[in-house]
């Protein structure tokens, strides 16, 4: 059953007479998709981070010290893009070059996803 059948079929059927296991898809559909939706305005909101670090920095010399802040962004940016991907996998849509053509991903944040941020422990070393 695709899921707009599913949401018409269980939406016109009363709650008490759904059975059960209906009752659990159609819920475990919708965490998804609100999952989703969560992953995809974290990735667009350190994105746009990214962007207005660049915008700001863009006529300047960018010394060592922002060099690490702009780092920073693109492993935020890289991390969130690798849940969105993750999430959506998870929902059956493998194709994650739609999502760097929707959201515009720089490449250097593409080649940071999955990569796991330092620890605070390396980080002091």
Known sequence: MHRRDAHHYMSAMPRDLRPPVDILHYEIVQEQAS????????????????????????????????????RKLVMEAGQALWMFVVQREATGLRDS??????????????????LAPPS???AAK
Not at 46 to 52: D, F, H, S, V
Not at 105 to 112: G, I
């Open 35 to 70: 999952a989703l939706g969560r992953m995809g305005r974290t990735l667009e909101q350190a994105l746009a981070q990214l962007r207005e670090f660049d915008a700001a920095h863009a006529l300047s010399e960018t010394p060592a010290s922002l060099q690490s802040a702009r």
């Open 97 to 114: 070059r739609h999502i760097m053509r929707t959201y515009n991903v720089p490449a250097e944040v593409q080649r940071c996803m999955g």
């Open 120 to 122: 605070s422990k390396s």
